[in-house]
């Protein structure tokens, strides 16, 4: 069945260093796919999203490709802020009835 | 307030004891979810609503009952609780054309 896989945290760190978070995919036909943010004691909030191939979602500088070829979705950014520590969930959505199917997430920490 | 709702937040209870947990949405979404997050399982759907009256089962739906008489509210109740249903529970809307998900701020359930 569609299935996440990422990878397992927590990441740790220092401001203004380089993040990449492992994201792959197992599905049938052609999903979106997502990058959810968690914050401390909060709900989920959409970071980006991409919907078909080659597609780069992007936000607060934060981005990500949607690779078919190699079935993955990472996120990336250049310079992380401690304000960006929090669970980062990878997320596909399913046919046409919006269900999503999560990763297990992963926590990242930045220190000052 | 606009947005998307949830009652009450904190909630401890005993096993046996049913439980209703409540969501609440203000922009009229025709999609409705309810989650579950536990440590190594990420987010997994209990139970989902396409429109009021119209409802389907998630990954995890036993021992859990939902209901949707109303577009804005989509209640989640625990027949009996028991122990293994103690998590953090989210519900989520959609409007079922951009695919994002917004969520609730969840409720933190101990099943004693």
């Known amino acids: 069945g569609d299935s996440v896989t990422q990878m397992e945290g927590p990441v740790t760190l220092s401001e203004e260093a380089f993040l990449t978070i492992n994201c792959t995919y197992t599905?049938?036909?052609?999903?979106?796919l997502f990058w959810y943010v968690q914050y401390p004691g909060e709900g989920l909030q959409l970071l980006l999203k991409?919907?078909?191939?080659?597609d780069k979602g992007s936000n607060k500088g934060f981005e990500a490709t949607y690779r078919k070829e190699t079935t993955s979705f990472h996120l990336e950014k250049g310079s992380v802020q401690v304000s960006d520590s929090a669970v980062y969930f990878c997320a596909l959505s399913v046919g046409n009835t919006d269900k999503l199917i999560f990763g297990t997430g992963t926590r990242l920490q930045v220190f000052p | 307030d606009a947005g998307i709702t949830q009652s009450p937040r904190y909630k401890i209870t005993e096993t046996g004891r049913q439980v209703t947990l409540m969501c609440h949405q203000t922009w009229s979404h025709s999609y409705m979810f309810w989650y579950r997050q536990d440590l190594g399982h990420g987010l997994r759907l209990i139970y989902y609503s396409a429109a009021a009256d119209i409802t389907d089962k998630g990954e995890v739906p036993d021992g859990y009952v939902v209901s949707r008489s109303k577009t804005e509210n989509f209640p989640l109740t625990l027949e009996s609780a028991t122990r293994s249903q103690t998590s953090v529970y989210f519900c989520?809307?959609?409007?079922?054309?951009?695919?994002?998900?917004?969520f609730g701020p969840g409720t933190r359930l101990l099943v004693l």
């Open positions: 599905a049938t036909g052609y999903p979106s």
């Open positions: 991409a919907t078909k191939a080659d």
């Open positions: 989520a809307s959609s409007d079922g054309r951009g695919m994002t998900q917004y």
